[in-house]
C-alpha cells in the first residue's frame, strides 16, 4: 500500500510562489500527478510526471506558470507555483498511478495524498 503526504500548503497573496511537496512511502516507477478540488468544482488535474524520464505535462490554466519536478532518491515529487491566482485556491492533492505514463484523468490514479490546502487573497 501507498502512502502519500503533501506539504506546502499556506496563504499567499495573488503574484507569490508556492512549493508544494509530496513523499510517497514506497519508491516507485510509476507516474504521479497533482490534482485540485476548488470549492463548489469537481477535482482537476493540474501536472504529472513520469519516473523513468521526468516527462511532465500540465493542466492548461497553469502552464507557465507550475513546474513539476521529482527526486528520486527521496521517493518526493514537488509542485513550484508561481505567479499565482485567487482562481488557484484550492485543496491540492498528490496522485499516483500504476502505470508508467501521466494521465489526466483522476480514475486513472490508485493512490491519493490527504490533499493540502493553497489560499491565494489578499
Known amino acids: 500500500q501507498v502512502q502519500l503526504q503533501e506539504s506546502g500548503g499556506g496563504w499567499v497573496q495573488p503574484g507569490g510562489s508556492l512549493r508544494l511537496s509530496c513523499v510517497a512511502s514506497v519508491f516507485s516507477e510509476y507516474a504521479l500527478g497533482w490534482f485540485r478540488r476548488a470549492p463548489g468544482k469537481e477535482r482537476e488535474f493540474v501536472a504529472g510526471i513520469t519516473w523513468s524520464d521526468s516527462r511532465t505535462r500540465y493542466g492548461d490554466s497553469v502552464k507557465g506558470r507550475f513546474t513539476i519536478s521529482r527526486d528520486n532518491a527521496k521517493n518526493t515529487v514537488y509542485l513550484q507555483m508561481n505567479n499565482l491566482k485567487p482562481d488557484d485556491t484550492a485543496i491540492y492533492y498528490c496522485?499516483?498511478?500504476?502505470?508508467?505514463?501521466?494521465?489526466?484523468?483522476?480514475?486513472?490514479?490508485?493512490?491519493w495524498g490527504q490533499g493540502t490546502q493553497v489560499t491565494v487573497s489578499s
Open positions: 496522485a499516483q498511478r500504476t502505470s508508467y505514463s501521466t494521465s489526466t484523468y483522476t480514475d486513472d490514479y490508485a493512490y
